[in-house]
């Protein structure tokens, strides 16, 4: 599917790595849903590094045509909010992403954002397209009740989405102890802050899954639904 961009990609890649964003966009068929910690783990400095890094993500892609790239995302704290709906109007995208407020919630439901990202695929996601889920968080949650659950339901919806053809890229926030270990368990590679051209290398790279989420999503954007 990406031959014909294949040497395009290469060097927007290679630019994005040692120079930083260049100019041009990609395209890319991909839905692409943010999951963004906002416990009070995360400090004010944290945060704004987290916006900028899906800013500098978003930046990278081409919104029109018909290989436009569609982004959303989801915050979790104690529970989940919605901070922008998956969609293709990158003045959105982007003014969501820009306006979110750090607010240290109690409380790290990491399985409440990866329901929230899900919902959101279900939804508007389109049929022939990648899935990708990135999650941005410091470390392992401890709601609904306590780490070992928490954990356990996370996972299970990491899982879900894995097995529905969804692709989840974690992404490290700080350097907590066995932050890399765990977000490790969630997917891979595990990217950092620091460097947002390698999650665009990743999800230009991410093939379209053919199981049972391809044939979900055909039926719910179907024009009699």
Known sequence: MYG???RFILVSVACLAV??????KVSAYADVVFVIDESNSIDSGEFAAMKQYCLDVVAAFDFTGPRAARFGAYGFALSERLIVALNADSASVVGALANMVWCGG???CLYCGLRGARSQLMVYGRSGFPDIVVVLTDGEPNRPIDTANAKQAAQQEIDDLVALGATVFPVAVGSNYGLEEYLATLGSPVHTLGNPGALVANILATPVAEN??????????????
Not at 19 to 24: D, I, L, N, Q, R
Not at 212 to 225: C, G, H, I
């Open 19 to 24: 120079v930083g964003f260049a100019p041009a």
């Open 106 to 108: 109690d409380g790290t």
């Open 212 to 225: 049972t989420w391809s044939s979900l999503k055909m039926r719910s954007n179907s024009p009699d639904r």
């Open 4 to 6: 014909n961009l294949s």
